[in-house]
């Protein structure tokens, strides 16, 4: 289950980010980078975007309140909003 991680994201980003997708999609992309849309993930659908915004939640110790991430948004886009909600990594 490893993955490749892009150089635009830190080690535990990474790390935390690959946990929040293995628990909601039963594994992460091979490719892990900012770029990647989430709809290209294996399994993205409306429910389980509700299921990873939790599990992101948990993962980085955030609220994310009314926060809901679409198939269009990228890995990097979930990083800003993680940032703006007080995660740090």
Wanted: proline content about 1%.
């Amino acid at each position: 289950m490893g993955s490749h991680v892009d150089s635009g994201l830190s080690d535990e980003a990474a790390r935390r980010l690959t946990a929040a997708l293995v628990a909601v999609f039963r594994r992460a992309p091979s490719n892990l980078s900012a770029d990647l849309a989430l709809g290209q993930i294996g399994g993205w659908d409306s429910m389980n975007a509700v299921t990873f915004t939790f599990e992101l939640e948990q993962a980085f110790d955030v609220s994310l309140g009314e926060t809901t991430f679409t198939a269009q948004q990228t890995i990097g886009d979930v990083l800003a909003v993680l940032r703006e909600k007080g995660a740090s990594f």
